[in-house]
């Protein structure tokens, strides 16, 4: 077991930054360097996080044990690849590919060179939800709305493999049961890819889950509600705050009454969370809760979700050609 474990960060965008920053305030870690296209951002991160910058990742590699993958999702494969080749461990951001021949790449090549592959699903971590684990039964009825203001970044991939994919891989590590049957909606309004989905799945155990994302909104919300016999639980995903109401029946024989009980937990971070259990799954060798197969499933569904997206799309399109509507075609095709 190591002492001090290796780590590095390839690409420090946005959310790689703060891998870099929280890597660097580990005592038994060693932020060795971090990667970026953009040589003087590389810099600045370095420079505030007390490690070097480097221009290629493969520069790096022979230096570490692990490394954060946080470039845009269309190179996770290739950039992981390559890390995992030189049995360096990876984790690697959601969503884990942009298709299932690269998660299954992925998956095949850590197995054979005996490497931790965790997927970067921030939620699972984030405290709220691992206090609501307990409180699960037998879960009915879910729904989940991940609403958030209009940003540039994210828009290179569909809102669904941007937002949903969260909901889809909590809802698939809650409910032990396969999906029978998915239902979808959704459009572009603002990018040329689906910006504002619902997705309903239904499982074979009885529970649906019904999901709704937007990314041009006014507002920020990230809330899931579950409601299953006898209970009902409300979580707040940026509040970080979770509410279980449950049924006691009444001493005199009248209607059951509600007994509310409420949590908070606000001092604690989900990215340091994930970040210290990467770095202890690299330390022990043991397999994480969120590896390469469940990034896999999520992102089957969630392709799945966006293949039925597009073929409504397109059957209404057909529709609007055929009475010449081309106003509410370039709706539908926005620049």
Known sequence: MKDIVKVGVIGVGYLGRF????????AD??????????????????????????????????????????VPTSL??????????????????KPVTTTLAEADDLIRLAREQ???????HLERFNPAVLAMQPLLTHPLFIEAHRIAVFKERGTDVDVVLDLMIHDIDIVLSIVKSPIVSILTAGAPVITRLTDIANARLIF???CTANITVSRISMETMRRMRIFQPGQYLSVDFGRKEIMAVRLQPDKDGGHPMPEISKSSFQDQDALELELRDFVRHVRERSRPAVGGEEGRRALDVALQVIAQIHSDR?????ILRDEGRTDLLAFLQPH
């Open 19 to 26: 891998h870099a920053q929280k890597y660097a305030a580990m």
């Open 29 to 70: 870690v060693d932020l060795v360097g971090v990667v970026d296209t953009d040589p003087e951002r590389a810099r600045q991160v370095a420079e505030e996080c007390a490690t070097r910058p480097f221009a290629e990742y493969h520069d790096l590699l022979a230096q570490v044990d692990a490394v954060s993958v946080v």
């Open 76 to 93: 996770h494969h290739e950039v992981a690849k390559a890390c995992l080749q030189q049995r360096v461990d990876v984790m690697v951001e």
């Open 114 to 120: 005996q490497c931790i592959l965790q997927v970067g």
């Open 204 to 206: 074979a155990n009885g």
């Open 314 to 318: 397109e059957r209404i399109e057909q």
